[in-house]
C-alpha cells in the first residue's frame, strides 16, 4: 500500500513541470529606453484666391529624422496689421492633407503659413505666402 | 498484467527526487536571482544587471504612432540566461529627459511583453529590441519631442543552460 502511495507522488511531481519552472525564474527591476521624433519646419505655402474662396497649398515635411508628418495647421495673417489666425472654414483644425481652401475669407489683405502638426505637437511654422487679396 | 518491482529505498529515494523537482528546490542554483537554499551545490547565481539603453534608441514616436523600446542586459553568470518577459513595474512612473512639461503628459504607454525568448550568452552584454512596445498618444506635451523615455519595468528570465 505504501509502495502505491510513493508511485503516486512520483506521478504528480512529473505531471507539474510548472512548478518547478515558476521557481526558476526571478524578475528584476531595471528600465526600457524608447525616443521620440520632433517636427521640422514648414514649407512656405502658395495661396490663390477665387472670390471670397482662397486656396492654400503645401509640400510635405517631414520629421528631423526623416518620415512624412501626419498634418499641419494653416494660419491666416492680416497684411496690414500683422496680426494672424487660425485659417477658418475649410482649413481650420489640422489638416491631414497638402491644400485647403479656406470659404468665406474676410475683405482684405492676406498671406497664409503652415506649421506641422502631430497631437498637441506643432513643428517650426513655415514662411507667408504671398499676398492675396479679397475684395 | 506486468508487475514492477521496487524496493521501498528506492522507491523512497524516488520520491524525494521528485518532489525536490516539483518544487523547484533542486534548481535553485541556476537561478538567477542568487538566492539559494540547503539544497544548492553548484555555483552561486548572479543577478542580471539592466543598463541604461537610451542610447541605442531610435527616434520613432510621435502622437498617434507605436515604436520599439530598447532593453540592454547583463548577464554576469557562466551560464546563458534566457528572457522570457519584461512588463511595466506596477506603479511605475515613465519619465523623460525633458522636464516637468513632458512629464507631466508623455502620453507614452509600454505594453507588457510575454512570451519572449531573448538569450544572453554567459558574460555577456546584449541589447535588445522590443517592436512595438511603446506608443504614443494625442496627450503627449509638445515639449516632448525628441525626448529619451525611460519605462520601469521588470525583467524576468533564467537560466537558459
Known amino acids: ?135 | 498484467m506486468i508487475t514492477i518491482r521496487l524496493s521501498r529505498k528506492v522507491l523512497f529515494a524516488f520520491a524525494a527526487v521528485a518532489a525536490l523537482v516539483a518544487t523547484g528546490a533542486l534548481y535553485a542554483a541556476w537561478s538567477t536571482s542568487g538566492s539559494g537554499n540547503g539544497y544548492a551545490k553548484a555555483t552561486t547565481a548572479s543577478a542580471l544587471t539592466i543598463g541604461d539603453a537610451s542610447a541605442s534608441t531610435t527616434a520613432d514616436l510621435y502622437p498617434g504612432a507605436t515604436g520599439a523600446a530598447k532593453l540592454k542586459v547583463t548577464n554576469p553568470n557562466p551560464f546563458p540566461v534566457r528572457i522570457t518577459s519584461v512588463t511595466k513595474q506596477t506603479g511605475g512612473t515613465i519619465t523623460s529627459d525633458k522636464g516637468a512639461a513632458c512629464n507631466a503628459s508623455t502620453g507614452v504607454t509600454f505594453t507588457d511583453q510575454t512570451g519572449l525568448a531573448l538569450d544572453v550568452a554567459a558574460g555577456a552584454t546584449q541589447t535588445f529590441t522590443l517592436s512595438g512596445a511603446v506608443s504614443m498618444s494625442n496627450a503627449s506635451d509638445n515639449t516632448c519631442q525628441g525626448a529619451v523615455f525611460t519605462i520601469p519595468v521588470d525583467v524576468t528570465g533564467a537560466s537558459n543552460a
Not at chain 1, 56 to 78: D, E, I, K, L, M
Not at chain 1, 87 to 97: K, P
Open chain 1, 1 to 135: 500500500m505504501r509502495a502505491w502511495v510513493l508511485l503516486l507522488v512520483v506521478a504528480v511531481a512529473a505531471a507539474h513541470p510548472g512548478g518547478a519552472a515558476a521557481a526558476w525564474s526571478v524578475a528584476r527591476p531595471g528600465s526600457v529606453a524608447a525616443k521620440a521624433k520632433a517636427l521640422g519646419a514648414g514649407n512656405t505655402p502658395n495661396a490663390s484666391v477665387t472670390g471670397r474662396k482662397v486656396t492654400v497649398s503645401w509640400t510635405a515635411s517631414s520629421f528631423t529624422t526623416g518620415g512624412v508628418v501626419p498634418g499641419y495647421v494653416v494660419r491666416r495673417y492680416n497684411v496690414t496689421t500683422g496680426v494672424g489666425t487660425g485659417a477658418l472654414n475649410g482649413c481650420s483644425g489640422t489638416i491631414t492633407g497638402l491644400t485647403c481652401t479656406e470659404n468665406s475669407v474676410p475683405t482684405g489683405s492676406w498671406q497664409y503659413t503652415v506649421t506641422p502638426a502631430a497631437g498637441n505637437w506643432r513643428g517650426t511654422e513655415s514662411g507667408k505666402s504671398t499676398v492675396v487679396v479679397v475684395i
